[in-house]
Nanobody, 124 residues
């Protein structure tokens, strides 16, 4: 049973940091790229970052460059999204997804499996 579970969301003040985790199980870890996406109220889902199975990183959102980083731990099959210098516009539900691809997909349609999401709220 393929499963992705996000955790680590919460309420943080502007300028603060959060680390989201995406715990995975039930599939061949080495064959998948893992991406993070987010959806703010009233807006379409947007890609944030992706890490390929070869640890190449792709930024989908220019707005997070220099603030967000992504990493993966093959021992625990967990992908992390480190978010620093958070802004109110980062408020959204954050999702992780897995795509059976050597490289990070260029479209979210290429992602096969999705988690349920974790809420991140940036507010004073």
């Amino acid at each position: 049973q393929l499963q992705l579970v996000e955790s680590g969301g919460g309420l943080v003040q502007p300028g603060g940091s959060l680390r989201l985790s995406c715990s995975t199980s039930g599939f061949f870890w080495d064959y998948y790229a893992i991406g993070w996406f987010r959806q703010a109220p009233g807006k379409e889902r947007e890609g944030v970052l992706c890490i390929s199975r070869g640890d190449a990183i792709k930024y989908y959102a220019e707005s997070v460059k220099g603030r967000f980083t992504i990493s993966r731990d093959s021992a625990t099959k967990t992908v992390y999204l480190q978010m620093n210098s958070l802004k109110p516009e980062d408020t959204a539900v954050y999702y992780c997804a897995a795509g059976a691809s050597t490289y990070c997909p260029t479209s979210d349609y290429a992602y096969n499996y999705w988690g349920q999401g974790t809420q991140v709220t940036v507010s004073s």
